[in-house]
């Protein structure tokens, strides 16, 4: 990992996706693609979010895009400094928004004499709208197929994961990113898809509150911890949290790893969080 100093930056939100299957090739050397870790695409429609995606969408008025417009999103893709680390927030269907806006809100911010530290990016499985649990309507910046290598990865959750964790796609790029990673995070229910992917086995973990006994019982090789008492948890690489909130936790804590103390305190008090900490009724 790159050598960073103190940061702050503005919050952007083009996110998400699910549709086609288009790749480009990225315009520098940090936009290198993963191809050469990835295994073959899994092509039943089932196991995919894009059915899914594809109806919500009709249901919310969206256009989906053309053959055309998907191929020229995937030729200009998000511009990124080849010498920063890359963080990437993955995205699909029913996404919780507060677990994909806080770590942008916590990476995208500035130094407090204007450097930018991170390249933050969202990844979708394909290039059209999705539509988070809350309504919010995103779009990608990449797509599995053509994300570069990442230095974190950040998995969400959503409150059903079932297709998720049905999406080969989806596990399949989580096993090839970890082999790049300096940290592998998941907040909520996005321990689920640690636990799909095998990576984590043998791992400490946390999940959403109350959800830890099924995840203990459907991946026996992680360590579940109790998520009564634990809101975030690391174990090596491994980063976790119950999500939501705290989703704020797990990132302010990679963030001074991967800056310092005293920009993670610059950071807090740029997001007022002293005000929420101590706000009472």
């Known amino acids: 990992m790159k050598n960073i100093i103190p940061a702050t930056l503005i919050f ?4 998400f996706s699910c549709n086609s299957k288009n790749s480009g090739n990225a315009t520098n050397d940090k936009t290198e693609t993963i191809v050469e870790n990835k295994t073959e695409t899994n092509s039943d429609p089932l196991a995919s979010c894009s059915p899914r995606v594809l109806e919500r969408n009709k249901e919310n008025g969206l256009i989906l895009l053309t053959e055309k417009q ?3 999103l995937s030729e200009k893709l998000k511009q990124l400094n080849p010498d920063l680390p890359t963080i990437g927030l993955l995205m699909y269907d ?45 779009f990608p910046d990449y797509i599995l197929e053509n994300s570069p290598k990442l230095d974190v990865l950040i998995v969400p959750s ?35 898809l640690i636990g799909e992917s095998g990576i984590a086995d043998g791992k400490k973990i946390v999940t959403w509150i109350g959800g830890g006994e099924d995840l203990q019982k459907n991946y026996p090789n992680l360590k579940v911890q109790d998520d009564g008492n634990v809101s975030y948890m690391e174990d090596g690489k491994f980063l976790s949290s119950n999500g939501n909130l705290a989703s704020y936790i797990s990132s302010l804590e990679l963030l001074e790893k991967l800056s310092s103390k005293e920009h993670r305190k610059f950071v807090e008090s740029y997001l007022y969080l002293d005000r929420l900490q101590e706000w009472k009724k």
């Open 12 to 15: 952007t939100a083009l996110l």
């Open 70 to 72: 998907q191929q020229e």
């Open 94 to 138: 029913n996404v919780l928004t507060t677990e994909l806006t806080a770590p942008m809100d916590v990476f995208t911010k500035l130094t407090e004499d204007g450097k930018q530290l991170f390249n933050v990016i969202t990844i979708a499985e394909t290039y059209d709208f999705i539509v988070s649990e809350e309504g919010l309507k995103m």
């Open 158 to 192: 959503a409150y059903d994961m079932s297709l998720q964790v049905k999406n080969q796609n989806l596990v399949d790029f989580i096993k090839a990113q970890n082999n790049n990673t300096e940290y592998t995070v998941s907040n909520c229910a996005g321990a689920t």
